[in-house]
C-alpha cells in the first residue's frame, strides 16, 4: 500500500526556518510530480510548491525566494526548506505525490496525513 508521511513541522518564532520531509513507500514503481499544499484554518487548501521527476519546479508566488523544494529519487523522499517564516503561514502542511504503483498501471493521487506548521512568537 503506498503511503506518504510528513514529518519535521512545529513551532517557530516569525522569521524562523523549518525544514519538512515527505517520505513515500510502499511499492512504488514511479514517482512522477510531487508538491506541497497547506490549508489555513477557514481558508482554502493552496499549492505552496511543486517538483515534477525531472526537477522542475513551481512556487506560489508569495513564497518565491523564501522555500525551496527538492527531492531525493534514491529515498524516495521529498523536502520543503521554509526560511523567513510569517505567522500567516500557520497551516496543516500537506504532502502530494502522483504515484504508479508496482501492483497496477496507473498513476494516482497520494496525500499525506499533514503535518501543523505554527509561527507565533
Known amino acids: 500500500q503506498v503511503q506518504l508521511v510528513e514529518s519535521g513541522g512545529g513551532l517557530v518564532q516569525p522569521g524562523g526556518s523549518l525544514r519538512l520531509s515527505c517520505a513515500a513507500s510502499g511499492g512504488i514503481f514511479s514517482i512522477n510530480a510531487m508538491g506541497w499544499y497547506r490549508q489555513a484554518p477557514g481558508k482554502q487548501r493552496e499549492l505552496v510548491a511543486e517538483?515534477?521527476?525531472?526537477?522542475?519546479?513551481n512556487y506560489a508566488d508569495s513564497v518565491k525566494g523564501r522555500f525551496t523544494i527538492s527531492r531525493d529519487d534514491a529515498k524516495n523522499t521529498m523536502y520543503l526548506q521554509m526560511n523567513s517564516l510569517k505567522p500567516e503561514e500557520t497551516a496543516v502542511y500537506y504532502c502530494?505525490?502522483?504515484?504508479?504503483?508496482?501492483?497496477?498501471?496507473?498513476?494516482?493521487?497520494?496525500w499525506g496525513q499533514g503535518t501543523q506548521v505554527t509561527v507565533s512568537s
Open positions: 517538483v515534477t521527476r525531472g526537477g522542475t519546479t
Open positions: 502530494y505525490a502522483e504515484i504508479r504503483s508496482r501492483l497496477f498501471a496507473v498513476t494516482r493521487p497520494y
